[in-house]
């Protein structure tokens, strides 16, 4: 019996790892969430993107499912309980340190949030498009001598690090591991870096632990100018800590790559509280999740998923 393989993955640049997968499966590949309901009961093997939240309502209908493959280092679009429970196995590609090395985005977008706040730059385009040349009015702040605290130095927290050197600024880390000596960083305690940074980017993983680990409590020991940038997960953010404390002018502003509920309505997303605030503050800049998207880590992601699954069917 050959497996039935159902993807909901754009493939157009990955034609050799699809001719591969059709000679030892039927494959089936489908973007629109309706038709991936409609075919979910006889597949066996699930390839899917990360804007698809697997949970248990999808988990009920994919009764003959045994694999999934995910082109994504985050996972919190599937309920892992629910896959112990139907005895499910899932492969992604957040181990898979010698891909991911070469993946830049997420770390070069963080900076595309900050300077966009700094920089003013949205709103400047918009009064050049009018003709309106207000130099003065759109003035912003440098890099240059700021200290910027990353916490999380794994391999995104680490590119980041590569990059605020570059700017000169002065880096403060937090991480649960050690980290060696260098003179161009310094380990501190979560407290310190948010008292002392201009800047602060989150790069940790959303665990129970790390779940809103930006509550009200560590925004208040921030600066009034500091700018908060997640490229993470939504849920390491208390958003309403958050809302509150750009209402207030706590903080100067944040950029979001993400927030919590990404995965709702569009309808409910367009109503959803920072999104609402965003449209009529320039102090919050929010992104629907592109971190990753760029031509190298998609289709890279991709071809490599794709001939992961194809290893382990074939055997």
């Known amino acids: 019996m050959k497996h039935k393989i159902l993807c909901n993955l754009d493939l157009k640049d990955c034609k050799k790892e699809i001719s591969n997968l059709k000679k030892i499966s039927v494959f089936q590949n489908f973007l629109n ?37 995910t082109p994504s280092t985050g996972t919190d679009h ?14 992604h590609i957040a181990k898979e340190k010698k891909l991911i090395n070469n993946f830049t985005a997420t770390s070069e977008l963080a900076f595309c949030l900050l300077l966009n706040l700094l920089r003013k730059s949205l709103e400047a385009n918009k009064e050049a498009k009018n003709g309106i040349w207000a130099r003065e009015k759109f003035s912003g702040f440098q890099l240059k001598d700021k200290v910027i605290g990353i ?8 590119i980041t690090a590569k990059i605020a050197k570059g700017f000169g600024m002065k880096i403060l880390i937090n991480d649960i591991k050690k980290i060696k000596k260098s003179s161009n960083l310094k380990k501190v305690k979560l407290d310190h870096l948010l008292k002392k940074s201009d800047y602060i980017f989150l790069h940790v993983h959303l665990t129970p632990k790390t779940n809103k680990l930006i509550n009200k409590k560590n ?14 997960r939504g849920k390491l953010i208390d958003e309403e800590a958050l809302l509150n404390s750009l209402k207030k002018k706590k903080i100067a502003g944040a950029g979001l790559d993400m927030i919590d509920g990404e995965w709702l309505d569009k309808k409910k997303l ?4 920072l999104i ?24 890279g992601a ?9 290893r382990l069917i074939k055997r």
Do not use: Q, W
């Open 33 to 69: 969430k309706k038709d991936i309901e409609k075919r979910i009961k006889d597949t066996t093997i699930f390839i899917c993107s990360a804007s698809l939240k697997l949970d248990k309502k999808f988990f009920i209908k994919a009764k003959k499912l045994k694999l999934i493959f």
């Open 78 to 91: 599937i309920d892992f309980d629910e896959l112990k429970k139907n005895k499910i196995k899932v492969y």
């Open 151 to 158: 916490i999380g130095f794994g391999r995104l927290g680490k």
């Open 219 to 232: 925004i208040k020991l921030m600066k009034k100018n500091a700018i908060l940038i997640n490229t993470s």
């Open 270 to 273: 367009y109503n959803h509280k």
């Open 276 to 299: 609402k605030f965003s449209r009529k503050h320039s102090n919050l800049l929010i992104l629907p999740h592109i971190g990753g998207s760029t031509y190298e880590s998609i289709v």
């Open 302 to 310: 991709r071809k490599f998923i794709l001939n992961k699954a194809y």
